[in-house]
Structures are given as structure tokens and as C-alpha cells.
């Protein structure tokens, strides 16, 4: 059997095949009612608590921070959570939580358990977002087959029901809880190209529940004239009511003003959430999506009368605001979907995990995906220190993948000892050049000049191999890839520690 695991900044899914090959979604394995597990923790002592166990939790332990966005933090080094014993948790200890508990649910719901698993991830991620992924799934003992794009996931399903869509040019709109991706797709049979990618990293549901949050405590402020409350239950309460309101404004049929008695502590007060308002503030918003497509399409060329479908995913593509922005924008012709915002992703995860062929029940009758993709970004090289800050681009975004290219350097010994790379991902030069970290190389063997030469390999999974040599005799040089510098440092040891010592939900 397969797994395929859609893991969202707000909602954990998790798919498998049932015996007629069609993606089913796997329940909670205590209350089949729940097919969704929401992305977020609570640790107490050496009890840790993930998913809908620690929303329930949270009333009762008043002054326990409830951990959530982790997804945000992946590819920093900065712990997001101190426990009791003051020991750093990462975001990939925390998301090991959340993977632990929906692979329990899996292997009760599956009568023949599972191997492997594939575990999406947002199309816009760098190769260390991405290696963070990884070592989530190795923390929660959790065996990977592959990891897939969310959008190019939700590809996959759509397109196994949709036969009729080849040589269409179909745009994967993905608006999450907490990213927005993208992704453009044709089709030809069993080949899904990948053919362009873009996305926001920090913009999903989350800023629009900030818009309410925002709301609430102005008026908090103007009715008691002091400043709003940042105790851990009040911020772990406010943001569901406001979560609730925003998807009150959005969903109204007929727009309108919504107010509310809202408790504060012991405080109660009126307030109003103004549609007009939200929903200007909240079209800024989408208009940043526009400006990511945009963005994609330029980049092959072409424009959005091009696109032959739209198809709105994630849950915040559910907001009647998203669709409306949309609906002005299109063509008659063009056709905007909205289907399956939730669960598009982990199904189609679970049909890229069956193509892998590993025991699945429905084994011979799955047809192979031939996937073929793309790089998301530039990828070039920095020397380090540089004061001209100039990248030598080695990868071009849009460039079929696996691919591979490299750069030769002189290097002269008696001059220096060590030579740092800086190896950068980036869509424009000039804007958000991403340092993913610096390739330390040396010290050198040998005291004449000589030619080095530094590979970088674009994976087809999106992340990112290196390797250096010396141009001149072919030999290997070791180096070392050192991540951007934080105070905590992250420590497998400790992290699989931590993990495998907490009593989990109870039961695990
Ligand atoms: N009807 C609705 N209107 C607006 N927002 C909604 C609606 N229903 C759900 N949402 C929002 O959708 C978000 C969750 O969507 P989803 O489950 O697709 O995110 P995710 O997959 O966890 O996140 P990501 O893909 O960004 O990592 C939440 O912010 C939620 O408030
Ligand atoms: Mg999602």
C-alpha cells in the first residue's frame, strides 16, 4: 500500500489508493468523522500532543503556547519552541509530530500497513525547505519514496479524472493556509510536464486571519484603553475566532457587516468587522498572487489569456473573494475549477507514491507518471565576500530537470588556504537572492595554482547536489556546506531524542 501525505501549515491530509486505484483519504484513527489533522502541537512535560488532540488541550493548559506555522520555519535554524527542559525543538521536530501521528492513523486504517510514503511540498521551496521535509519524515521514522510539489500533486489528481485536457496549458492555483504556490502544466498521456513555478512564501490564510486579528484588537483597545492582552490563551483564542470571522466575511452570499461579542480574559466587548474594509485589504492580498503569476508567465514568455484552465486549490481559494478576483480576470473561454481545495493534494501524493510500484493492492493497474519538471529557480554561486556581490549563474530557472552545471575557479594555494561559496537560489537578481549557505572549500593540497571546478545538480526532485574538484587531475576536493549561522544549532541526536521520548496523544 501507499501513503501519500499532503503536510499544510494549517491541515495535515493524508491519502492512500483504495483496490479500484481511486485516491481515498485516510481518517483519524479514533474519529473516523476526521479527515484532516490540523498542523499543530502542544508538548508538556515529556507528553507531546499533535493535531486535533492539542486544539482540544489548549483551554485547559492556559499557559502552554500552542506551536503552529511551523511550516514557515522550515529552512531556518532558528528552534521554534523551547520545551519544558529548555531543550530547542525545530520545525522539523515539531512537523515530525504531525507526521508521526497520521502515519499511527495509517497503519491502523491499512490492513497491510505501508512502506513508503511521499510527502508534498509547496512548489516554491528552496533546497534547504526542502531537505527539511526530509529529515521531518527521518525524524518520525517515516521512509520516503519521493517528495512531490503540492500543485504538481493536485496536477496529478486532476488530470486522473480529466482525460480529455492534453495539450492544455492549466494553471495550478494553490492559496494554503499559510503559502501560496503555483504551478503550469500540460499534459500528454502519462506525462505531466511541469513547465514553470512560482509562489509567496509567507502568504496564505494566516495574513487574512491577521486582517480580523488586526480588527479585534483596535477595538480591544479603543473600549478599555489599554493594550491588547499577549498571554499564550488569549493568542491561542483569538486566532481561531478570528479565523472563524474571516471565513464568515468571506463566504457571505450577500456581502455585509459582521459584529460580534468577543471575549478577552474577562472582558467583553462589541465588535465590527467592516466587509468593505476586509475585503479591500484582503484583495491587496490577492493581488499579490496576480503579481506571482505574472511573474511565471513572463518568464516563459506569455500571458494570462494563454492559460487555458485555472484550477483554484488550497483552502483559502475557497473565499468567494479569490474566486470573484479570478472570474473578473478571465476569458469566457478560459475555465476557472474549483474542486477538492482540501484534499486534491494528499490524493494526488498518494497516486505519484503508487506509480513508485511498491506493493500497492491495486498494484499493475496504476499507470506509470511520467513527471517531468522543471527548476524553480536560478542557482548560481557567490564567492563569498565578493564586494561586487556577483553570481555566477550556473542554473537557469525553467531548465528541464535533473540538470547539472559548473563552474571552474583559479585558485591559487599560496594566497589562500580556503575559498567560501555562497550558493544562492533566486528568481530576480536584483530582489530576493536567497543564500542557501557557503561552501567552504579546503585547505588545498597543494601549493601550485590550479583549476577548480564546482558542480551544482538540480535534482528532479528540486533540491540540490554539489560536489568540487580539481579541474586539472579529476580528484574530489572535500568541502563543507555550512548553513546560514544561528545561536541554537540543530542536532539530529537531540531532535530523534526529543521525539522518540515523548508519550504522543497518549497512544504513541
Ligand atoms: N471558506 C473559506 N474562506 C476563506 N478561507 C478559508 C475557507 N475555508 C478555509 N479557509 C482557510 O484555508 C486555510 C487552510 O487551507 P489549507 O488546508 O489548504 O492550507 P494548508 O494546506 O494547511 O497550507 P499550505 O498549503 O499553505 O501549507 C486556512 O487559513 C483557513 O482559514
Ligand atoms: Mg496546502
Redesign the pocket.
Known sequence: MVLGI?L?????VCASLSRDGSPVLIPDAYNKDLQ?TP?IALIEGKKAYAGGFAENLYESLPDKQIISFF?RSFGTQDPVYFDDYNNPWFSETVASLILKKVKHDAELYLPDGFKQAVITV?AHYNDVQRKSVIEAARLADLELSAIVE?PVAAALFYGSYNKNIDEEIILIY?F??????LTLITKSGNQLNVIAKDGVNKL???E??KLVHNAIEEGYEKAFKRPFPNDKLTTNRIQKIA?NI??EL??SEHPRDISKWIMVGRDAFEATFYYTNYANQANELIAKTEAAVNRCLRSLGMQLKDINKIVL????S??KLVYNFWKQKVMPQQELIYHQ??SS?AKGAALYAASFGNGSSAGSDITPIDLKSVSTYNIGLMIANDPNRQIDLLIHRNTPLPVSSKKVYKINPKQVDYIHFDLCQFWDPKEDVHQLGTIKVGPFATFGEFYLEVAVENRLNGTIGIKVKNADNGRDIKFEFIRKESNHKYDYQQQKALVDDVYLNNYI
Open positions: 499532503d499544510g501549515t494549517s491541515n495535515t484532516t498542523s511550516k509547496p503540492e494553490d494554503g493556509g499559510g503559502t501560496f504556490d496564505g490564510g494566516k487574512f486571519d479565523e474571516k471565513i468571506n463566504d486549490i488550497g483552502g483559502t475557497s473565499s481545495p482540501l493534494v
